[in-house]
């Protein structure tokens, strides 16, 4: 009899190596695909996802768990309790994922993410801006 793996969404799980991952990614391009504007992965296992303002597609990562499966693929729980499997390349500030289907999404990092407002302003911050949620690198698009 083989031995089927822990679902995700049962026993989150923090294998070494997750550090490339914890923190808040901004989606690139966006489109009609079912995947969130922003995700945020927490050290715990969890992980958050957000649509822009006014999107009329409901996202597939809302709320959730992840596994790192291995150094290349990460398994997600869904919005509808799903399990999914997704091929990633991470690196310090990119993350590329590609679904089960093919879709195929990027991601750049928040440079503020995890820093308090007093930490950006002591040191000028990544591009001086001293408010919560805005990404500088995406001048003129929506920012959380």
Do not use: Q
């Given at each position: 009899?083989?031995?089927?793996?822990?679902?995700?969404?049962?026993?989150?799980?923090?294998?070494?190596?997750?550090?490339?991952?914890?923190?808040?990614?901004?989606?690139?391009?966006?489109?009609?695909?079912?995947?969130?504007?922003?995700?945020?992965?927490?050290?715990?296992?969890?992980?958050?996802?957000?649509?822009?303002?006014?999107?009329?597609?409901?996202?597939?990562?809302?709320?959730?768990?992840?596994?790192?499966?291995?150094?290349?693929?990460?398994?997600?729980?869904?919005?509808?309790?799903?399990?999914?499997?997704?091929?990633?390349?991470?690196?310090?500030?990119?993350?590329?994922?590609?679904?089960?289907?093919?879709?195929?999404?990027?991601?750049?990092?928040?440079?503020?993410?995890?820093?308090?407002?007093?930490?950006?302003?002591?040191?000028?911050?990544?591009?001086?801006d001293d408010e919560i949620g805005t990404d500088p690198t995406r001048e003129g698009e929506w920012t959380p």
């Amino acid at each position: 009899m083989t031995e089927k793996s822990e679902p995700a969404k049962r026993k989150p799980a923090k294998p070494p190596g997750d550090e490339d991952l914890v923190g808040t990614w901004f989606r690139e391009e966006r489109d009609d695909a079912p995947y969130p504007d922003e995700l945020t992965f927490e050290a715990d296992g969890i992980y958050h996802g957000k649509m822009a303002p006014g999107s009329r597609t409901a996202s597939k990562l809302d709320v959730g768990v992840f596994d790192r499966i291995d150094e290349k693929s990460i398994r997600m729980s869904t919005a509808t309790d799903r399990d999914e499997t997704f091929s990633l390349d991470a690196s310090a500030d990119r993350l590329n994922l590609t679904d089960e289907d093919g879709t195929k999404l990027a991601y750049t990092r928040n440079p503020d993410a995890g820093r308090t407002v007093e930490e950006r302003s002591s040191d000028g911050g990544a591009a001086g801006d001293d408010e919560i949620g805005t990404d500088p690198t995406r001048e003129g698009e929506w920012t959380p």
